[in-house]
């Protein structure tokens, strides 16, 4: 996947007049034995194409917590690192639309909502605060479409051995769910990359409206009569962003948790009433407020 966005990208470069500048970056995560053939290998390529390649290392296996989430959000950081040293506008990374159907499968599995539903996007920012956009430019491509490239390219390729292996979730949702919603639904993966689009823009704009009635994630009250008049669905939307504010997993907390509380922020009732939202978070409705708290 990777290799076939460096080719587009290596094409798209030879077609600009003045040409972009293009850089390529090599994670060394040190989890892996072929991982130093997989570096010569990129290096091969890199010189073919007269692309800079800058090799960053991380350890992931180094750190506390979990492997899989440190190596993420250390590759990213590389990155980062590299395109401020470059002076980039964008890093361009290789998800594909076979990798958006397996998001939102998982997120949908997870009982996510509209956040996790609309997976990933097709840019934003690196960080929180960074100029730097991340870029998805494959979004609407198959894998398929990345091995005929790379084929037509006359290139080889290297296969990461995780990617296969089946005691993960997401290799083994790749191996025996996707090819069966491939079957039943031809093209599938471009169709689902179109509703995270949709979901995604439903959910900034509801996001936009949430920030608006119930201020920043900070804040955990707000007076009744500012909220009574909003939509359930609204309400409902803000109670749910101040759970995952609280708690790391609010997978606890349901859309029938939330309405209950939304209704009775909007009834005329006066007398106080409390609501478990889940993760030992609880919801009171007062006469004239609106409070959550962790318990």
Request: aromatic share 4%.
């Amino acid at each position: 996947d990777s290799l076939a966005l460096l080719t587009s990208c290596v094409a798209i470069r030879r077609g600009q007049s003045p040409p972009i500048s293009l850089s390529a970056v090599f994670v060394h995560h040190h989890l892996r034995d072929a991982a130093d053939e997989d570096l010569t290998h990129v290096r091969g390529i890199c010189e073919l194409f007269h692309v800079p390649l800058h090799v960053e290392h991380v350890y992931p296996a180094n750190q506390p917590g979990n492997i899989a989430a440190n190596a993420r959000a250390q590759r990213y950081d590389a990155m980062l690192n590299v395109a401020r040293r470059v002076n980039a506008d964008y890093v361009a990374v290789a998800h594909h639309g076979d990798d958006q159907l397996e998001t939102m499968v998982m997120m949908l599995c997870r009982g996510a909502g509209l956040d996790g539903l609309s997976a990933m996007p097709w840019r934003r920012s690196i960080a929180p605060g960074q100029r730097v956009q991340l870029i998805r430019p494959l979004l609407d491509a198959r894998k398929v479409d990345c091995q005929s490239l790379c084929d037509v390219a006359g290139l080889s390729w290297r296969e990461d051995a995780s990617n296969v292996d089946r005691s993960r979730s997401r290799a083994r949702l790749r191996a025996e769910v996707l090819p069966v919603l491939e079957s039943l639904w031809p093209d599938a993966a471009r169709r689902a990359a179109a509703t995270a689009d949709a979901l995604h823009l439903a959910n900034s704009m509801l996001q936009e409206r949430v920030e608006h009635v119930f201020g920043h994630g900070e804040q955990r009250q707000w007076p009744r009569d500012a909220l009574r008049t909003q939509p359930i669905a609204l309400i409902a939307a803000g109670l749910l962003r101040t759970v995952a504010a609280l708690v790391n997993d609010c997978n606890d907390t349901t859309q029938r948790h939330l309405l209950a509380v939304a209704e009775a922020v909007r009834d005329d009732e006066r007398r106080p009433r409390s609501f478990d939202l889940g993760g030992n978070v609880r919801a009171w409705v007062m006469a004239s407020e609106l409070r959550v708290e962790l318990i």
